[in-house]
């Protein structure tokens, strides 16, 4: 006989089980019911308290101890389940006493009428948080020292692993603003000490000062020249006694300069030379690499790039030199611009255009050596002035009083692009001609186009030192000239910042912040001549510094130390952020906020960005036409123009085989030399006519002979060197797509030589650095 069991009841009210617990599902549903009774017991509790809490202060019947007493029995109150384990009780602290603690000095006790709040006070009332006055009270004695000394037996903290290094990016910052300023940047001083006088253009060429636009030596057209056919062919480089012409001086033998600084209590003094480069490197930072304006342009160049070239980007360095309270800037040049022939080219040429042809002549290596009493022993001319901190110097290469304000101008040498990127090669690149006004390649346009790109900014920036009014330029391929231009400041102004008139004050900002910088390069080192190196990123957010002390005794101090400093700005137009190439064109009030930190980074790691950064300044050369390696060993040494040059022994990473661009380049040069050779032929015999000589017959015997200027880099041009260059435009469609599609291949193309050439010389070209008038000048 089976027995039935009888069923527990189940107390679901209390969520309890009489008898044996179900299992499974059943479970599972009971414990969710408890849970949810637990949770609605509870609200309903804390709603219970609260509306009686609130009721009470209506009324204004509570005190402050029954409403805290109320709380603490609603809290200590509430439901817990018995499975629940016990927490250990923290200690809490007595809220009432907390409370009368705070404010026993501002309420007074309750009374049966409740809790009333103090009558309003008109001042602060006693500091209750005040120590004692004196010792006397026991201050002192209740007092803890904040440091405990260490005990004999304790074992000191470990320093930081040297991997961490510091725990800031910088050691050091310190930053500023620059506010808008109307106030001239630069103002003239007067020397006492004889100068020669400015020169002025010779055979001619004053008119070209006055009339916009590009002037041919000789018109392609109708083959009439423009200018005297003596300026036809340029002397070769080598036969020209650099010598017999005053050197260049550098800022730190300047003693006129350091003089001048100690009278106008300036720290700071330096020259075109050695301070547009860093100049520039300003103008890159608060400009994030602004791009150019090309609009002026034909739709050649529409589409071409508006950014600066390589040439123009590359790191700079200078030599801070100290002496007696005053830093001079001297720009270091590399010992390879001695094998440039553009560092000399311009020296020569200058005096080409300036002179007289007798006297012109008296500095060729050919003419006898000058009398002693022949030889002007005055200092060139140069414009003094200051700023701020700096005194700066600027050679005056011509004026003509005609011209507004001083009438002082600049003369400029501009090679063309084969001579720029193949400088070893320069004698083939030779025959390279420009054709034509506009177009691709082969055009004034081209070289126009790359002077925006590759040395606008430095021209601006040399002429508002001079406080000049434009630059004269001059078009050549290092034997022939090919025309001139003159380019006025406010046209320089448009093509840099879009323009005119915009200059002045980005001119202002950069010489402010340099003169920032400077200070803090003397604060790494002070009283110590320096050597710095600058940059501005790619990014452009960021001007880095290399400073590292040029006398070092290494055996007796150890390594050389290194200094990285970076510099980073943010522009305010109205008191309002903008893009940094937006401030350039922005009308308002311009504010700079500058930052300047001293990086803290290991010093392994500093010189590696200095390595990189010096990687970047170097490019190597190209091996001339059928010349190899072990060729161009043996002709090394013979690369010499300047009298007593210096010899640089030859490395093979001073060169490379020619590849793409450069030899579609040297493919122009041969074809436009065998054109001169055709025009040579059919204009043979042939007087050649001047403009402004009516009826003038320039024969060949009064042309200047190969024999003593020209240049003739091969046999056919030196039979007949006095031949008229006649530049004609291409006829046929073939012709024409080959310059666009040449053109195409060398867009863009930005092969630099060995590091800064000269202490006067300017990175205008895609390839080397072009000088901006000589090694001689400042």
Known sequence: MKTRLRPQPLDLKNGQVKGKQPKGHFAEKLHNKRKIDQQVEAEQESRAVLASVKTAIEQDHASQDDVLQTLQQAISSEPRSKKAKPKKKKRSADTSELFAGLHGNEAEKPNKGGWKAKEWLSDWGPDILAPPESKKDGYAKSQKPTHQPRKPDQKPRKPPPPHRGHPLPYSRRIEGLLHADDRPTLSDLETTNEAKPVAQLAHGLDRVLFNPGVHWMQDPRSGVYNFPTWLENIPDVKDFAFERVTGFIRSSADNDLRTLAQRESRQYTGSTSSLTGILSHMYFLISGFREVNTGMLSRNFQKEPATFTLGQRIPTTVNMMYKDGIYSFDS????????????????????????????????????????????????????????????????????????????????????????????????????????????????????????????????????????????????????????????????????????????????????????????????????????????????????????????????????????????????????????????????????????????????????????????????????????????????????????????????????????????????????????????????????????????????????????????????????????????????????????????????????????????SADVVGEHVAEPTTSPHQG
């Open 332 to 759: 270091q040049s590399s010992d390879l611009s001695e094998k440039n022939v553009l560092t000399w080219m311009g020296t020569m040429l200058e005096k080409f255009l300036t002179a007289p042809k007798e006297e012109f002549e008296r500095c060729l290596r050919s003419a006898p050596p000058l009398a002693e009493d022949e030889i002007d022993t005055r200092r060139e001319a140069y414009r003094y002035s200051k700023s701020d901190r700096f005194v700066m110097r600027s050679q005056l290469d011509g004026v003509d009083k005609r011209l507004p304000g001083t009438g002082v101008f600049d003369i400029k040498t501009r090679a063309a692009i084969p001579i720029r990127m193949d400088l070893l090669n320069y004698e083939e690149n030779s025959g390279y001609l420009i054709r034509t006004l506009q177009g691709p390649i082969e055009s004034f346009e081209k070289e126009y186009y790359d002077l925006i790109r590759s040395a606008f900014l430095k021209y601006s920036f040399q002429v508002r030192i001079g406080n000049m009014d434009g630059v004269m330029v001059a078009y050549h391929n290092t034997a022939r000239l090919f025309g001139f231009q003159y380019v006025s400041l406010d046209e320089m102004d448009t093509c840099i910042f879009g323009e005119a008139g915009r200059g002045d004050r980005v001119f202002q900002k950069c010489v402010r912040l340099m003169e920032e910088l400077a200070d803090e390069i003397t604060r790494v080192y002070p009283e110590q001549s320096v050597k710095c190196t600058l940059e501005t990123q790619e990014s452009g957010d960021k001007l880095s510094a290399w400073i590292e002390p040029l006398e070092w005794d290494v055996a007796e101090k150890g390594p050389r130390p290194l200094t990285q400093i970076d510099m980073e700005v943010t522009s305010y137009i109205n008191e309002e952020q903008v893009q940094s190439p937006r401030a350039i064109s922005a009308d308002g009030s311009w504010t700079i906020h500058w930052k300047l930190s001293r990086v803290s980074a290991p010093e392994d790691e500093i010189r590696s960005n200095l390595a990189a950064c010096e990687d970047r300044k170097f490019r190597a050369w190209a091996l001339p036409s059928g010349v190899s390696m072990s060729e161009m060993a043996e002709l090394w040494p013979t690369l010499k123009f300047g009298h007593g040059a210096k010899d640089v022994a030859f490395d093979p990473a001073f060169v490379y085989a020619a590849r793409g661009n450069v030899e579609k380049l040297r493919e122009l040069a041969r074809s436009g030399r065998a054109h001169t050779e055709n025009l040579a032929l059919e204009n043979a015999g042939k007087a050649k006519v001047v403009w402004g000589v009516p009826d003038e017959i320039v024969t060949t015997e009064e042309s200047r002979t190969d024999d003593e200027t020209a240049v003739a880099p091969v046999d056919v041009l030196a039979e007949d060197t006095s031949v008229a260059f006649i530049p004609t435009e291409p006829d046929t469609q073939d012709v024409q797509l080959g310059m666009a599609a040449a053109a195409a291949d060398l867009r863009d193309t930005e092969i630099m030589t060995s590091g800064s050439l000269s202490e």
